[in-house]
């Protein structure tokens, strides 16, 4: 199982942009669909993206429109989620998380490693 470990959150204002990164251990990371989710206070976690295991495919939650971008890096064992013109309610923290891509957890969404998270803050 994939070791996941999240950063490039932290305090922003309203319109500016983070990207997050999420690294993987281990050799298999090109077999892996990945996703970002966040919770926030008193929330349950939502879906945020999902890339498969190529890069070739992506999909987005309907509340992105069009701000974010999810990419990968296999040689790097690293993916990545590019936020640009953020807002307030954005304010989350944000877990990645990676599945064997036979498990088609691009469909499912079901993953079964998760990162800790990192938080991201967008002040008004």
């Known amino acids: 199982q994939a070791q996941l470990v999240e950063s490039g959150g932290g305090l922003v204002q309203a319109g500016d942009s983070l990207r997050l990164s999420c690294t993987a251990s281990?050799?298999?990371?090109?077999?892996?669909?990945m996703g970002w989710f966040r919770q926030a206070p008193g929330k349950e976690r939502e879906f945020v993206a999902i890339?498969?295991?190529?890069?070739?495919?992506?999909y987005y939650a309907e509340f992105v429109e069009g701000r974010f971008t999810i990419s990968r890096d296999n040689a790097k064992n690293t993916m990545y989620l590019l936020m640009d013109n953020l807002k307030p309610e954005d304010t989350a923290l944000y877990h990645c998380?990676?599945?064997?891509?036979?498990?088609?957890?691009?469909?499912?969404?079901?993953?079964?490693?998760w990162g800790q998270g990192t938080q991201v803050t967008v002040s008004s």
């Open positions: 998380a990676a599945d064997q891509n036979y498990t088609n957890a691009y469909y499912t969404r079901n993953f079964s490693a």
């Open positions: 281990g050799r298999a990371f090109s077999t892996y669909d």
């Open positions: 890339i498969n295991w190529s890069g070739e495919m992506t």
